[in-house]
């Protein structure tokens, strides 16, 4: 955010948009598809892990997982010392509440029928109490949540995936606290890659993020923020807006899933090999150097990658172990010494001291020098704007995006590009060829512009695809009750962009796209008039 398979049958396009009038676009959240994915060309494996996630496919539902009382702020509220842990590993939880007792559930999101997730498991009752209030580092503005550790969780049984871990207070107060049980190997399977760092990075916890303090200024945001806190609004307010929509749709075509963070991709790259496709989802901004030196690694050894957002990859970061003077012997609360803060000076890059010994590692925008480097290398897109409210039109009707769509050439969904955007640039650093396959006017701050759907391919095989919109996972819920209103999209756009993404994800989980997808036609300069 700006500061200051094989091919489906094509359907007919009378009938694609009737059946959205009566309720077939329920986005990610219908059972139109069988909810094991068994149609033809839909990738198989039979690894120890992708059969405990095929038999917890199979399972039954919790249909009471949503949060059905926020209540006060201080009502309830937790944080994890970890983003994310392997089956089987401990972790703690920190939680304070206003109430005399609370329980935990954890949920493991997923299809389950339409249930959208499962309860693996619940503790006891535990005593409450109200813990400190927020703890501010001068230095760097960071806000931190010293807290004593309330209980330790050890995920026995759960299967690797995206998890809800639901506070339930006494008085009826509830709040989330997300956490990823991560795959250790992503072999033959597509890698859901959540984004933990850009969660924190809007984080207003305690009064500050990186984009503001408490004062509601640019000027006294935090320069650093730490994952000792709990996140604001409901726990998880990120996840479910921009990624729990996608983990139902990937779970509910049954394709062969592991589950990692970004943070994770950071300090354990190896988590992508011979994975078969790597998503990013809706919202995912900030990135280390190393996260996507490594990503690029994954595509030019065969691995497709799908951009279901925009802004991605836009704010350089620094992961560090330590935000603060306290240190791992100094440590009496149990919290985590992993990597636990994320630096993003900005426009003061140059007053980050640990630039002093790393000239080359300013953590602004990636565009920005020192050592530029524009995200669309490796997206194919360059994020341009903030903010926009404009319909999506596609362009390249007959590419394999949209079968079955019945989309032709202009047709438009109205309130789909949002709120930020991207386009291909054609003199910013891009890939080629490369295919603009939907080309959006819109206008933003009073300039007119485009948003672009793009797909090129490298010679590795692998075939990428970015959506040009931060509304497309939100568009996977149009028309539904999930989500408020989604911007006023439809269902018409629910359907057109469930299947869009079906078809990516379906492509993708085959290997590399460019052995069994027609090539990207480069028409950049042909859109553009350049």
């Known amino acids: 955010m700006s500061d200051g ?46 059969e405990s996630i095929e038999r917890e496919r199979q399972r039954p539902g919790s249909p009471g997982w949503r949060i059905r009382s926020q209540g006060p702020p201080d009502a309830v509220q937790g944080f994890a010392d970890k983003v994310s ?37 619940r503790s006891g009752r535990v005593a409450g109490r109200v813990q400190r209030g927020p703890r501010l ?130 300090a354990a790259p190896s988590v992508l090999d011979g994975a078969t496709a790597v998503v990013t989802l809706g919202h995912d901004e900030y990135w280390t150097p190393e996260q996507r ?12 990658l799908a951009f279901l957002g925009a802004n991605t990859c836009f704010r350089r970061i620094r992961l560090e172990r330590e935000g603060t003077a306290r240190t791992a012997a100094a440590d009496t609360t149990g919290t985590s010494t992993a990597l636990r803060t994320v630096v993003c000076y900005k426009t003061d890059y140059q007053d980050d001291p640990y630039l002093a010994d790393h000239p080359s590692m300013a953590t602004t925008d990636f565009r920005q020098p020192p050592a530029a480097d524009p995200e669309s290398s490796l997206t194919g897109v360059l994020y341009e704007g903030f903010p926009t409210d404009a319909p999506y039109v596609v362009h390249g009707a007959d590419h394999w995006v949209f079968e079955g769509t019945g989309v032709k050439r202009g ?11 991207d386009r291909v640039t054609p003199d910013a650093p891009t890939p080629a060829p490369i295919e603009i396959i939907a080309h959006s006017p819109l206008v933003c701050n009073g300039r007119k512009s485009h948003s672009d759907s793009a797909y090129y391919t490298v ?59 027609p090539a990207p036609r480069d028409n950049v300069r042909d859109v553009y008039k350049t």
């Open 137 to 266: 580092i001068a230095a760097t503005r960071t806000v931190r949540a010293d807290w004593e550790r309330t209980l330790r969780v050890r995920a026995d049984g759960w299967p690797e995936g995206a998890y809800l871990l639901r506070l339930d207070a006494e008085h009826g107060h509830q709040r989330y606290v997300p956490l990823i049980v991560r795959s250790a190997s992503a072999r033959d399977r597509t890698v859901l890659m959540h984004a933990p760092a850009t969660w924190q990075a809007y984080n207003l916890w305690g009064g500050y993020s990186l984009y503001q303090g408490e004062d509601g200024a640019y000027r006294t945001r935090s320069l650093a923020v730490s994952f000792d806190r709990p996140y604001d609004k409901n726990g998880a307010e990120k996840f479910m807006v921009y990624e729990r929509a996608v983990v139902v749709l990937a779970e509910r075509l049954g394709l062969p899933l592991a589950y990692t963070t970004g943070v994770d991709v950071h």
């Open 411 to 421: 047709d438009a969904f109205a309130h789909l590009v949002g709120v930020e955007y």
């Open 85 to 121: 842990v392997l089956p089987g590993e401990e972790f703690g939880l920190y939680v304070s509440t206003t109430a005399p007792g609370f329980r935990v559930s954890a949920y493991r999101v997923g299809w389950y029928g339409g249930a959208q997730a499962r309860r693996v498991w």
């Open 5 to 50: 398979a094989q091919h489906p049958g094509r359907l007919d396009r009378r009938h694609f948009l009737a059946g959205t009038a009566v309720g077939i676009a329920t986005a990610a959240l219908s059972a139109r598809d069988s909810p094991r994915g068994d149609e033809p060309g839909t990738a198989t494996t039979h690894t120890p892990a992708a």
């Open 293 to 304: 030196r490594y990503l690029t690694r994954a595509r030019d050894a065969g691995t497709n």
């Open 459 to 517: 010679p590795s095989g692998a075939g990428v695809y970015a959506s040009g919109t931060m509304r497309w996972v939100e568009g996977l819920m149009a028309g539904t009750r999930e989500n408020g209103r989604n911007h006023g999209m439809d269902a018409r756009t629910g359907a057109f962009v469930t299947r869009t993404t079906e078809n990516v994800l379906r492509a993708f989980a085959e290997g590399p796209a460019a052995k069994t997808r």
